[in-house]
């Protein structure tokens, strides 16, 4: 790819994040975006055809690194043991990425964990029916509702200060997976 090509979408998606952590994405404009990444709006559509398309790349380069690693696993013993999904998630993509981190502090991650969710299940529905010889079907309903609590977990814990450790919150989730809610009930019952 051409460097000034590089260059130019560099300054768009930058602006983009400069603009996203001051404004709802619906209220951002193509000319709010040309005007901080000091273009004319005709560059910005030479690349795009508008802020959602920009939106999308950034989305989808997310999920190209994630499947890149997810398929370099073993995505069953990833199952088995949450917190290496979640290492897996932060050391693939980060905390520390300017998109996924402005869009989780903005909120705005309903659509990107979607994608990551509909990638992740298809994935691992395909991986379990083949190593288990299991119903796709069952399987897909089955990773649905674990993966929705682990999402759904880590989605908050994000959102936290993230004080709690990681590796507690893995366990509780690995526990909550494979036991039900029997398992929280029964460790914070008082013995008798």
């Known amino acids: ?12 998606k930058k602006a983009f994040f400069t603009l996203l952590a001051e404004k709802d994405l619906n209220d951002i404009s193509v000319t709010d975006i040309s005007r901080i990444a000091e273009i004319n709006r005709k560059t910005f559509y030479n690349y795009y055809t508008g802020v959602f398309q920009l ?3 950034l989305e989808n380069e997310i999920l190209s690194k994630l499947d890149a690693t997810l398929k370099e696993i073993d995505i069953i013993e990833s199952i ?22 402005t869009m989780l502090e903005a909120d705005k991650v309903s659509g990107f964990f979607s994608k990551f969710e509909s990638e992740i299940i298809c994935l691992i ?18 990773i649905h509702f674990i993966l929705a609590g682990e999402i759904s977990v880590y989605k908050a ?23 039900g809610i029997r398992s929280l009930v029964r460790k914070n019952m008082p013995e008798q």
């Not at 010889?133 to 897909?140: F, G, I, L, N, S």
């Open 80 to 101: 088995k043991e949450p917190q290496k999904l979640f290492a897996l998630f932060d050391e693939t993509v980060g905390i520390n990425d300017p998109f996924l981190r």
């Open 125 to 142: 529905r395909d991986e379990v029916s083949r190593q288990a010889h299991t119903d796709p079907a069952a399987t897909e309903y089955i």
């Open 55 to 57: 939106v999308d790349e």
């Open 157 to 179: 814990w994000l959102r936290s200060d993230r004080s709690f450790p990681a590796e507690k919150l893995s366990g509780m989730i690995h526990e909550m997976a494979l036991d």
């Open 1 to 12: 790819m051409d460097r000034r090509v590089i260059k130019t979408k560099r300054a768009i």
